[in-house]
């Protein structure tokens, strides 16, 4: 295994696995130039700020765009634009936001090549993956689009004669929509495509690492006939976040944050929606679980592992944490998923064809995976895989055997690359374990044992749970945690609640 090489002059690296071959390509990005945005979107138009930052590639550190840095003042100007917008955009008929939305995601699905091609370049994910994520954005705008036409609100029979009772399901105004970068198209639609078929109007703050897809949605947006003021997005830097989250968290005529990111974070935004009473939705922090009981199907219990820990190289919020294997399994589990990892991940740039892993989203992401290792390893775990720091943003996927729970792997999330395996006796142990975290968003285990499936999934403290399925994302279920990792629920029937609120209308004065 070794580091790569310069090419054409840019630093590139990659890891090399066996029976793969050297690459030597210049990576540059080549999509459409209506889709390749670099200025906010504010009330239907394209606009500068004082500034700009720069957008990279992990995986070469290659500059591939410049984004015009917005600050508190083009915030506040979203804001007041997405104000306008809602007075107008409320009174559309629910079918004709329906039809805007389908547009919409007729239009994603159009171009779904070069709106992957974009996550790629900015969030480094394999092309495979970025297609993938281009596909889930979408679905979410084909779901409520659907949804759109479906809320529905209550009569009550009332205790008098001479009165009706109604509830009655209105949209609760302007939300600001703060998402993260390892999903830059996705977590933006699942807000927004429930926000804006509720009749609200949005302004979205996408990640300083992630903005292009967050620009090309807006230009499909407006293709897609979204009114003036309805979509709006302020890109800016890691150093204006601060400010610019705080405009959308206490501006008086927002009404609604939605955020995905970490908890600390949410926590900080928490207290600023709370001087104004806003609604608000987090989904946060994971650490999930894995478990694998004696009676489980090994391959399956393998072919999960894979699919739940390595998808976008680790950096997803629902992926697994950590390993917890029943005695009677473990050594056959470690040996099996060991040689899945040798045969099916591959390194490198995303736009290769044979790409799995690409890199972590920066240097600093890799520092935390490679500390978390050394600690591991002081502390007598031992490493059956990978186990390596490459150079740039790279990091090999790493297996780790005689894993405790005085390792920091299985207290803190990892984001990155790295199987920690424990070994259990008893479901109980397995339960306890699983359930010493403060936060609960997914978890995972595999069984055959249809009384132990019950049991466990019911007393797994968490949001969602995966039953021998190591993938559970879909728009049709409602993604949400428990504990500290967030509040409210996305996707689904229940998505578009939070963006809604009820009101109880009494007629009355009429004759029984």
């Not at 903005?211 to 947006?221: D, G, I, M, Q, V």
């Not at 009473?277 to 946060?284: F, R």
């Not at 099996?336 to 064809?353: I, N, T």
Request: charged residues 20%; aromatic residues 8%.
């Amino acid at each position: 295994m070794g580091p790569l090489s310069l090419i054409g002059g840019r630093s590139f690296l990659r890891q090399m696995l066996p029976g793969l071959p050297m690459l030597s390509r210049d990576y540059s990005l080549s999509i459409s130039a209506d889709l390749l945005r670099t200025r906010a979107f504010i009330d239907g138009r394209w606009v500068s700020a004082a500034s700009s930052f720069p957008v990279v590639d992990p995986a070469t550190g290659r500059e591939i765009a410049s984004v015009s840095n917005c600050g508190p003042r083009e915030a506040e100007a979203a804001v007041r634009a997405a104000y306008a917008a809602f007075q107008e955009w409320k009174r559309r008929s629910a079918k004709e936001r329906s039809l805007l939305l389908r547009k919409w995601y007729e239009l994603l699905t159009q171009h779904k090549e070069d709106l992957a091609k974009l996550i790629t370049a900015e969030c480094g994910k394999p092309m495979k993956e970025s297609l993938g994520e281009v596909a889930y954005s979408a679905s979410f705008l084909e779901w409520f689009s659907e949804e759109a036409r479906r809320v529905y609100g209550d009569i009550v029979p009332s205790p008098a004669k001479d009165r009706k009772i109604l509830l009655l399901k209105q949209p609760v105004g302007v939300a600001s929509i703060i998402t993260p970068w390892n999903f830059p198209s996705a977590m933006i639609t699942r807000k927004v495509g429930a926000a804006l078929a509720a009749g609200c109007t949005v302004v979205v703050k996408p990640a300083e690492d992630t903005p292009l897809s967050a620009l090309a949605l807006a230009e499909l947006a407006a293709q897609a006939g979204v009114p003036a003021g309805v979509f709006n997005v302020v890109p800016c830097s890691r150093d204006r976040t601060p400010a610019v989250g705080e405009i959308l968290c206490t501006d008086p005529l927002v009404a609604k944050v939605s955020f995905t990111g970490s908890t600390a974070t949410g926590k900080i935004l928490l207290k600023h929606a709370a001087d104004t009473i806003k609604k608000v939705s987090m989904e946060l922090g994971g650490h999930a679980p894995f478990i694998v009981f004696d009676s489980a199907d090994l391959d399956k219990a393998v072919a999960g592992a894979m699919a739940s820990k390595f998808r976008n190289s680790g950096q997803t919020c629902v992926c697994s944490n950590r390993f917890l294997v029943q005695s009677g399994i473990h050594d056959r589990f470690l040996e099996r998923l060991g040689k899945a990892m040798d045969s099916e991940l591959r390194v490198g740039h995303g736009s290769e064809p044979s790409t799995t892993q690409g890199p972590l989203i920066d240097v600093r992401a890799v520092e935390k995976v490679e500390h978390q290792i050394a600690d591991a390893v002081a502390q007598g775990a031992t490493v059956l895989r990978g186990g390596q720091r490459l150079e740039g943003s790279f990091m090999q996927p790493t297996l780790l055997a005689n894993v405790t729970t005085d390792m920091l792997c299985t207290r803190e999330e990892t984001f990155g690359p790295l199987v920690p395996v424990l070994k259990f006796d008893k479901e109980e142990e397995a339960l306890a374990i699983a359930n010493a975290s403060q936060v609960g968003l997914a978890g995972y285990f595999f069984s055959r044992d249809i009384d132990q499936i019950w049991r466990v999934a019911e007393q797994l403290e968490v949001g969602m749970v995966g039953v021998n399925e190591g993938l559970l994302s879909t728009p049709e279920a409602a993604f949400g945690g428990v504990k500290q990792s967030g509040l409210g629920r996305e996707g689904s029937k229940y998505g578009m609640e939070d963006y809604l609120d009820v009101k109880y209308m009494c007629f009355g004065g009429l004759t029984p």
